[in-house]
């Protein structure tokens, strides 16, 4: 019965090798679907429940899963030859009819890679490879918009797949030991993503949630890149000790004079909306979160004169898919320079063959 946490995965930078089933990391949201004849229920890495945002995923998994199961997967919206995350996160709305409107234009896939119950039995204590069995098995019928992962047990097709697939969108691969049982919440198995470093400009930061007027602490850095003339916002950059945010709040300090004069996101400093119309795939710094509508967004704003290298792993559309980390400062270089150019593209690859098997 829901809720049930899925089991998670440690991170490493090369592909491991041994007694190993290697998939494609999905770039979407994990999700657990528990379906018990007409009731379906869709949980979430975090337990909050899927259900009300993806009813054309709910409808499938009627269609075409077994009638009594819990399947472990990732919920993905396909768009031409890849995943389009960004189309993903929009699914997150409050309102019914938006969501309604969303699901017939940009509607979700199921991609299912392990199985945790058939009817009355219990998998969790199976080892991998006997639930990779059972759960190809059960769906082997299955069409989209539900499908099952690509699979192999070949460390160096796996290392192919690491560079082909993400052309097509996807975050990496997932290493399972073919011994190990379902363990919820335990990091047992192993990802692999792609990492890479780029100059970006800071234009301002967010406090600390624990900032306080006695101690203030930052949060996250904002950065830019330009392109067109323009500064465009890209995300932030975390993940800081509390002695760091500390010593930030006073290396910033001189950049918050006078920072709103000609700032180039100076429209958007007291903004608590999306800034869609005209602009999709952006998002102003101070715009409400989709995840928790009461989270403090809000910004300051800094003299966009600062270069920081990031590491990060992947973009979307234009922004990072993920929070960049702190590298190190760059004095030496001229924010001017921090573009698009610099980055990476990878070469694109046909979703379809991916979900082809």
């Keep these: 019965m829901p809720p049930v946490k899925p089991m998670l995965a440690k991170a490493a930078t090369t592909v491991p090798e041994g007694d190993f089933f290697y998939e494609p990391k999905w770039d979407g949201f994990r999700c657990i679907v528990f379906r018990d004849g007409d009731e379906v229920e869709l949980g979430s890495r975090n337990e909050r429940p899927l259900t009300r945002y993806f009813p054309e995923v709910v409808e ?3 269609a075409q899963l077994p009638e009594r199961c819990v399947v472990d997967g990732e919920i993905v919206v396909p768009r031409g030859d890849r995943l389009h995350f960004e189309s993903l996160l929009q699914r997150i709305h409050p309102a019914k009819s938006r969501v309604d409107k969303l ?6 896939s199921f991609l299912a890679f392990d199985v945790l119950a058939l009817g009355d039995e219990s998998l969790l204590e199976a080892p991998f490879r006997e639930r990779q069995a059972r759960l190809r098995e059960a769906l082997a019928g299955v069409q989209a918009p539900v499908h099952v992962t690509t699979l192999t047990t070949d460390a160096e097709v796996a290392r ?9 969108g996807l975050d990496g691969v997932v290493a399972k030991p073919a011994d190990s049982p379902y363990a919820p919440d335990q990091r047992l198995m192993t990802k692999v993503k792609h990492v890479r470093t780029a100059d970006v400009v800071v234009a301002g930061f967010r406090w600390h949630k624990t900032s306080t007027p006695e101690k203030p602490l930052v949060g996250s850095l904002l950065l830019g890149l330009h392109r067109d ?3 465009q916002h890209i995300g932030v950059a975390a993940s800081f000790t509390t002695k760091r945010r500390g010593e930030l709040v006073e290396e910033l300090a001189p950049y918050r004079t006078t920072a709103l004069d000609e700032h180039p996101w100076g429209g958007w400093a007291n903004a608590q909306a999306e800034w869609s119309e005209g602009h999709p795939g952006q998002r102003m710094p101070g715009a409400q979160s989709r995840w928790n509508a009461g989270k403090d967004l809000s910004w300051v704003p800094l003299r966009p004169e ?3 290298e990031i590491r990060y792993d992947q973009l979307e559309g234009q922004r990072l898919r993920h929070t960049g980390q702190f590298q190190r400062w760059r004095p030496d270089k001229d ?3 921090c573009t698009y150019d610099q980055l990476d593209v990878p070469v694109r690859y046909d979703l379809a063959e991916v979900l082809g098997g």
Excluded at 103 to 108: G, H, I, K, V
Excluded at 160 to 168: C, I, L, M, S, V
């Design 229 to 231: 003339g323009e500064l």
């Design 306 to 308: 600062l270069v920081v």
């Design 335 to 337: 924010p001017a320079d």
């Design 103 to 108: 699901a017939a234009e940009t509607p979700a």
């Design 60 to 62: 499938a998994v009627k």
């Design 160 to 168: 192919r797949w690491f560079d082909e697939f993400e052309g097509a």
